[in-house]
C-alpha cells in the first residue's frame, strides 16, 4: 500500500487563504486557481518531451516565441544566450511551455498537466516549475497518501485535507513556485499518480476546504496516531488552533502501525547525538522525565557513563534519531546492556487527521464532514472560491516563519 512520506519543511505562510489566493492570482498569468509546483529545483539540465501541439511564451513579456507540433525528448540546458530546449536556444530568463488542447508535457521522464515553465535559478541552474489547476494537484497528490482502496468517505477527507494544506502552503515570498513535489512540501506525483478512485473524491469535495475563525486551516495529518491525536502547539508552539488542539481516536486500531517496536545499539544514537552537536559519551540511560496530554514525550533524560547528563525534548530526539526509526513519539524505553528498545504506538506526528481513524470511521459509516469534524473540530467546511470573494484584510503577525514539520 501506498503510504505518506515524511518529513516535511512547511512554510507557515500568511495562514489566510485569502492572501494566498490573492497571491496566486498575481503570479504571471496564473488564475487563482493555479497552484505552482517545482517538479526540479536548481539542476544543471533536465529532459522535457512534448506528446502533441505546444506554444513557448516569455513568462516575463508574456509574447509567443515559439510553437511546435512535438518534441522529441531533448535536453534543457542554461547557456550564456538563454535557455536551451530542443534545438533553440531562447534569450529568456523564464520560458513558459503551453500545451494546446490534450499535449502531454514530459519532464525527466514523468507526465504532467496544465503548463511547465523553466526558469533560469543560477549561470548554470534552472528550475522547472508545473503550474497546475489545484483540483489536479491535489488528485496528483492523494494517491501518495492514502489508499486508493481505502473507503471512499475516508479518501473525501483526506482530499479536503490535502487541498486545504496545499492552499495554507502557498508561499507569497517566493517568486517562482508555491510548493515543491518532495517530502518537503506534499509529495505530487503529476499525471502517473492519479487514480480512478482518487480521483473521484477530489471531484466529489471540488473547492472545499476548511477553515477556522475565516482563515485556512494548518490540516496536518499523519497516518495513525495510536490512541489521541496531539496537540499542535506541543510541536510548533505558534499554532496555537482550537481544532488542533488533539482528540481521543478509537479508530485507528486496525492500523499496521499501531504497535512497533525498534532496536538501536546505545552507541549509534551517540554517534547521531554527536553528530548533531550534543556532546556526549557512552551512554549509560535514557529516561523519560515528562509526557504530554497525548501520552508523547515531552521531555527525555540522557546519562552518559561518565556521568554527564543531556535533557533533550521527545520531538529533538525523533527529529535526530530519525522520524521513520522512531516511528511516533510515543513509546516505552527498556534498556538492555548496549542496547535500547523502544516499544511504541502509532506513526506520525499525530496532529490532526488520523489517516487510520478515517479509514476506521468510514468503515462504520461515518460520512466525510463527520470524520473532518472529529479531527478537526470547530472548524468550518467551505469553498475556497467564497472565501477569495470575502477578501479579508491580512494581518501582519500572520506572516511567514519556516517550521519544520516531522510527520
Ligand atoms: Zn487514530
Known amino acids: 500500500m501506498k503510504k505518506v512520506l515524511f518529513i516535511f519543511l512547511v512554510v507557515v505562510a500568511c495562514g489566510i487563504a485569502v492572501a494566498a489566493i490573492a497571491q496566486v492570482t498575481q503570479k504571471g498569468n496564473l488564475s ?75 519532464v525527466n521522464n514523468h507526465r504532467f498537466r496544465g503548463t511547465v515553465t ?24 492523494l494517491f501518495h497518501e492514502v489508499s486508493n482502496h481505502w473507503p471512499m468517505e475516508a479518501l473525501k477527507a483526506q482530499a479536503v485535507a490535502t487541498r486545504t494544506y496545499a492552499l495554507y502552503s502557498v508561499n507569497p515570498a517566493s517568486k517562482d513556485y508555491d510548493v515543491t513535489n518532495d517530502i518537503y512540501s506534499q509529495v505530487y506525483g503529476g499525471r502517473e499518480s492519479e487514480r480512478y478512485r482518487t480521483g473521484l473524491a477530489v471531484d466529489r469535495t471540488a473547492g472545499e476546504i476548511l477553515v477556522y475563525q475565516g482563515k485556512v486551516l494548518p490540516t496536518y495529518f499523519h497516518a495513525t496516531c495510536g490512541g489521541m491525536t496531539e496537540d499542535a502547539k506541543e510541536l510548533w508552539p505558534k499554532i496555537d488552533l482550537s481544532p488542533l488542539r488533539g482528540v481521543p481516536c478509537m479508530f485507528c486500531q486496525d492500523s499496521p502501525h499501531m504497535h512497533w517496536k525498534k532496536n538501536f545499539r546505545l552507541r549509534d544514537i551517540q554517534l547521531v547525538l554527536n553528530k548533531h552537536g550534543y556532546k556526549m559519551g557512552l551512554m549509560k540511560d ?14 527525555l533524560k540522557i546519562t552518559s557513563r561518565d556521568g554527564q547528563e543531556l535533557t533533550i525534548s521527545g520531538k529533538d530526539f525523533r527529529d535526530i534519531v530519525g522520524p521513520n526509526a522512531l516511528k511516533s513519539n510515543n513509546y516505552e524505553i527498556s534498556m538492555q546492556g548496549y542496547y535500547v528498545d523502544f516499544v511504541g504506538k502509532g506513526w506520525g506526528h499525530g496532529v490532526g487527521l488520523c489517516q487510520w481513524g478515517a479509514r476506521g470511521m468510514a468503515l462504520q459509516q461515518f460520512t466525510y464532514k463527520q470524520i473532518l469534524a472529529y479531527y478537526y473540530p470547530g472548524s468550518q467546511l467551505m469553498d475556497y472560491h467564497d472565501l477569495l470573494k470575502s477578501a479579508l484584510p491580512v494581518k501582519e503577525e500572520n506572516s511567514a516563519k519556516p517550521v519544520t514539520q516531522v510527520k
Open 32 to 106: 487563482s486557481e493555479m497552484i505552482r509546483v517545482a517538479i526540479v529545483r536548481d539542476a544543471r539540465e533536465a529532459y522535457l518531451s512534448i506528446e502533441g501541439q505546444y506554444r513557448l511564451r516569455d513568462a516575463n513579456t508574456g509574447k509567443v516565441v515559439g510553437q511546435g507540433l512535438r518534441l522529441v525528448r531533448s535536453r534543457i540546458r542554461l547557456l550564456e544566450k538563454g535557455i536551451l530546449a530542443g534545438l533553440d536556444v531562447y534569450p529568456v530568463a523564464r520560458l513558459i511551455i503551453e500545451p494546446v488542447r490534450d499535449a502531454s508535457i514530459i
Open 118 to 141: 523553466l526558469v533560469r535559478t543560477g549561470p548554470h541552474h534552472i528550475t522547472v516549475v508545473n503550474g497546475i489547476n489545484l483540483e489536479d494537484y491535489v488528485k496528483g497528490v
Open 286 to 299: 535514557i529516561g523519560i522525565v515528562e509526557r504530554d496530554r497525548s501520552d508523547r514525550i515531552k521531555t
